[in-house]
RNA sequence: GCCCGUGUGGCGGAACUGGUAGACGCGCACGACUCAAAAUCGUGUUCCGAAAGGAGUGUGGGUUCGAUUCCCUCCACGGGCACCA
């Protein structure tokens, strides 16, 4: 298979006529992970942990293959592990499936393949493809989510979630499909319409479960402080995902009058009750149920608020949408003066699920009620005036004013600040009661079983579940306003009207109502003679499955149908790596303390909210359910770019190209005919912006493909090689090659060198003193130490130039004719000592390639089971420093100094220096700024 | 719309905490080897300029002896937005 190459070197002393392998990755790759799985390297076993570490990649959906971003994700964390082996720790580095989801179902329909069989041919098809990358992973611990013996423990702890309080069953709107009559994803809604009937979505009510993520709202904000180890910026996204805001609610009396059932209040949310002098309307949410009254009576308000269901209920539809509101012509009464009314509207941009679903609008402060006030011609009062404008002149038009500054045209507040302004409201009307005549009647509070946000008040108790204010009892005295502090946080709605997903343990009964499933019966799986011929949740229509006994009363009954959302998978299946044989349990609380938390987790930046807020609300619920004994899943977080490629185009047809056909076009571009008889040349091709590969855009590579042609090894390094890892690399052919060269090239370099070292273990013996030999031994533990913390830094690309600059250096070793390697034994266990170390520096990335040059290099033993080397400190320390030297903050020289120097002594040799004489023209330096070991700057 | 990022040569990028801008790689050019090509090796490669020198990290401003790094403004591109995973 390999062909034999001469390689001759004219011109080099030592150029010895040898015949050099080429190195074959085809044969090789195989060989090495054949060594590796037969001998068990890479299993941990639960015992004998001693220092632990544990890496964890973002599991995939088995889609079916894997791709380019997988490659990168599961690259790097396989770097980390490698090395963490190699440091003497014990490392857990699993995988596993992320088995349900829709796309099973999607198959099912499109190409009546059963979910099960679509979903576990993928996982095999994946699973050769992965251990097909020489990855160091457990398999011994591999789980699906989509195996019973996995999704039981997960319902055994919804039903312990339950009993503790934190799971509740309640309304909520879903995008429901009128022609299919069926839910629809957000992804599934294009452009306000079903992706398959293209009917226009509706809103729709259904009694879901909902998992209360809002009681742990404060804890996992302030929880955030504590994760050092994670990007600041997704610490950002998820404290303002959080969002906790303090402000007040503020009842608002309606004008009885005007109302058509004695509504008498609504109750509003804000967090700037200083602008209230400058409100303008009162807006409710379209569900409000003081919009729901005012609509019974009102055909054309009516017909208003259904037309806002007509939307899906994705939150970027929602406030992309046109700005819409609809007068009541309920007026609400201002609260600090009764005979100021503001009209009460329904808008459309108001979200029941925030506050109290209510607001009163300030449009010279909000740019939303401004867009507002100007299409109803409501006009605007500024109240807060910008520092240094003038208050007389101050007008808004077009552009609200948020900032602070002092109040205006607001009565007994006029001169405060807006601190000052916000905390006087609070305190007058904290102090103030409706009167008796507006506190009557039925007030607009939520129904029972709606939903709630973080509601809690500002005393001390802000982490406890949110709770309705009921109305008080007649003769209770609730203030017009009160502090409050408020979640944008919602809570976790789990339902979901599908098959392939963890059933939910419930029995519905007549008479008892909702009965959870007792252990004993655990775990409910999912019939498999489900049909998929038709839109709709099989399990809901199908013949027999749902009907049961009920556990309690034994009457007939029927099961929950819903299945639980797949975040719910994956928000534990970390936890259930550290031990994932036992029957028994979802854990084993001993071996959860023995591993978590995971000291590495590796995944992509689109994971920065959801999954990661949910796995920590998750391990906090288990925690209070006895199953773990930590807070927080994961210690430290890595979010990597994402894999980006360039498109192409076909100009004349207007269809996407993909890279592989592009790559034969441009070898051959005279005529390529596509096999579809369609001639293309070179120039009817457009080469587009790069982009995330994705198959709508054609631009994607396949990994088999890439390894087939060049090997595992070169794809890892690549992927590591080009790009910081937490942004987008983008694949490039000529990369690609580059890495391939460079991987030859190694295995060249190690040949040439091999016969002319001294055996393994012979560096220990080095002389020290003799200067070349000092000078490589430098250079290999510096590369050594600057490699290391670049890996520990998960800075891979920079480790890499590192590992570059060596080989340059150790290319010179092998071709230096003055240093013959043959003749000089110190000079050749230096060069020994530098060849076994850039084999250990390059095992993690390339370490297939690594085996293969570690075994020519005369080990016996596997490079992936060497501890790492150690660096020697004295080796790192050189005798002179070299200073760039600056006139005037612009570089004009260096000088080189002792290391040891003194700073009088440095100012010396930098005023000796030509330039600096030249400049300063014998005046004496306005300043000399030393920074030392760094710069030096002469001010002249 | 809201939240979060990113922007440096022809290209990917480097520059630890404010201290030599362009490490390392790709590409390109020239040279060596070759009948030739590939592969390999060598040299060069931010821009303007013959040079001296000057300019330069998306834009415009600010702080500093010194700014890719800190602050403000604007522009462009990307990610997330709760039923994609």
């Not at 790759?29 to 001693?50: C, H, M, S, Y």
């Not at 005279?670 to 096999?675: A, H, I, P, Q, S």
Request: glycine share 6%.
């Amino acid at each position: 298979m390999s062909r034999r190459l001469a390689l001759n070197r004219p011109g080099k002393t030592n150029a010895i006529p040898m015949a050099i392998d080429r190195y074959n990755h085809r044969e090789a790759e195989a060989r090495w992970q054949k060594v590796w799985d037969e001998r068990g390297i890479f299993v941990t076993p639960n015992k004998d942990l001693g220092r632990k570490y544990y890496v964890l990649e973002m599991f995939p959906y088995p889609s079916g293959r894997i791709h380019m971003g997988h490659v990168r994700n599961y690259t790097m964390g396989d770097v980390v592990a490698r090395v963490k082996r190699a440091l003497g720790f014990s490392v857990l580095h699993p995988m596993g499936w992320d088995a349900f989801g829709m796309p099973a179902e999607n198959a099912a329909m499109e190409r009546k393949v059963h979910p099960k069989i679509w979903t576990y041919e993928n996982i095999a098809a994946m699973k050769a493809q992965l251990k097909s990358m020489g990855l160091s992973l457990d398999w011994s611990r591999e789980i699906a989510t989509c195996d019973p013996a996995y999704y039981k423990h997960q319902q055994k702890m919804f039903l312990d979630f339950l009993r503790a309080g934190m799971v509740e069953r309640r309304q909520s709107a879903v995008n429901w499909d009128p022609v299919d009559q069926t839910v629809l994803a957000n992804e599934q809604v294009i452009d306000g319409r079903g992706w398959r009937s293209g009917a226009v979505v509706e809103q729709r009510e259904l009694t879901q479960w909902f998992f209360k993520i809002t009681a742990f709202a404060q804890p996992l904000l302030d929880a955030l402080d504590g994760l050092d180890r994670w990007p600041e910026k997704v610490r950002l996204m998820q404290k303002n995902w959080i969002g906790r805001s303090e402000g007040l609610s503020i009842r608002f009396a309606l004008d009885q009058g005007m109302t058509s059932n004695g509504e008498s209040e609504v109750k509003i949310f804000t967090t700037r009750p200083d602008t209230l002098f400058g409100a303008k309307f009162v807006a409710v949410a379209p569900d409000h149920p003081l919009a729901a009254a005012a609509a019974a009576k009102n055909e054309k308000l009516a017909a208003f608020i259904a037309e806002c269901r007509h939307r899906g209920t994705a939150q970027a539809e929602i406030e992309t949408a046109e700005k819409l509101g609809f007068d009541t012509g309920i007026k609400a009464l201002h609260p600090f003066d009764p005979a100021w009314k503001l009209p009460v509207y329904v808008a459309n941009f108001i979200l029941m699920e925030y506050g109290t679903g209510a607001i009163f609008g300030c449009p010279a402060h909000d740019q939303r009620d401004l867009d507002f006030v100007n299409k109803y011609r409501l006009g605007n009062i500024p109240v807060v005036c910008p520092p240094d404008v003038d208050p007389k002149t101050f007008v808004v038009t077009d552009t609200a004013y948020d900032g602070d500054g002092r109040m205006i045209n607001s009565r007994f507040l006029d001169g405060m600040t807006t601190a000052e302004a916000k905390e006087e409201v609070a305190r007058r009307l904290e102090k103030t009661y409706l009167s008796p005549r507006a506190g009557r009647g039925r007030a607009p509070e939520r129904s029972e079983g709606d939903r709630v946000t973080g509601t809690a008040r500002e005393s001390g108790r802000a982490s406890t579940p949110p709770h309705p204010s009921p109305l008080p009892a007649s003769g209770e005295r609730e203030p017009v306003a009160q502090r409050q502090v408020n979640f944008r946080l919602r809570d976790w709605g789990i339902s979901r009207q599908r098959y392939w997903g963890c059933p939910i343990p419930v029995v519905h009964c007549e008479v008892c109502g909702v009965v959870p499933v007792p252990e004993k019966d655990l775990p409910v799986t999912l019939p498999e003679d489900v049909t998929f011929d038709r839109p709709g949740n099989p399990l809901d229509r199908h013949p027999t499955w749902k009907r049961v006994a009920c556990p309690q009363c034994g009457r007939p009954a029927t099961r929950e149908t819903d299945t639980m959302d797949t975040f719910v998978d994956s928000s534990w299946y970390f936890i259930r790596f550290t031990d994932p044989w036992t029957k028994t349990t979802p854990t084993d609380p001993a071996m959860v303390d023995a591993w978590m938390p995971v000291d590495q987790y590796i995944g992509g930046i689109e994971h920065a909210i959801l999954h990661l807020l949910y796995s920590r609300f998750f391990t906090r619920a288990m925690k209070k359910t006895g199953h773990v004994g930590l807070d927080e899943p994961f210690a430290g977080l890595f979010t990597q770019g994402m894999v980006v490629h360039e498109t192409y185009r076909n100009k004349k047809t207007d269809e996407w190209i993909s890279p592989a056909e592009f790559q034969g076009i441009a070898a051959k571009p005279e005529v390529t005919d596509l096999g579809s008889g369609s001639i293309l040349k070179l120039e009817d091709i457009e080469v587009g912006p790069v982009e995330k590969m994705s198959k709508s855009k054609r631009n994607t590579v396949d990994p088999d493909d890439i390894i087939a042609e060049y090997g595992a090894d070169v794809a890892r390094w690549f992927m590591l090689s080009d790009s910081p890892p937490e942004r987008d690399v983008i694949w490039t052919e000529e990369g690609v090659k580059g890495a391939y060269r460079f991987a030859q090239r190694i295995w060249r370099l190690v040949q040439q060198a091999a016969p002319h070292l001294p055996l393994p273990g012979s560096s220990l013996a080095l002389p020290v003193e003799q200067a070349g030999v000092t000078a490589l031994r430098m250079q290999t533990h510096q590369a050594l130490a600057g490699v290391t913390n670049e890996i520990e830094r998960l800075k891979f690309n920079t480790a890499i130039a590192k590992i570059y600059t060596f080989v340059n250096i150790l290319s010179e070793v092998v071709d230096d004719p003055n240093r013959n390697l043959t003749k000089d034994s110190g000079y050749a266990a230096a060069a020994r000592e530098g060849f076994d170390i850039l084999i250990q520096l390059i095992s993690p990335m390339m370490p297939h390639l690594a085996e293969e040059c570690w075994a020519a290099l005369g080990h016996d033993s596997l490079v992936a089971q060497t501890p790492w080397p150690a660096v020697e400190p004295a080796l790192l320390i050189e005798d002179t420093v070299t200073l760039p030297v600056q006139i005037n903050g612009k570089k004009r020289a260096d000088v080189t100094v002792s290391r040891n120097s003194v700073a009088a002594d440095v100012e010396t040799a930098v005023l000796a220096l030509d330039a600096v004489k030249r400049a300063l023209a014998g005046r004496p330096p306005k300043k000399v700024i030393i920074v030392p070991q760094r710069i030096v700057n002469v001010v002249a």
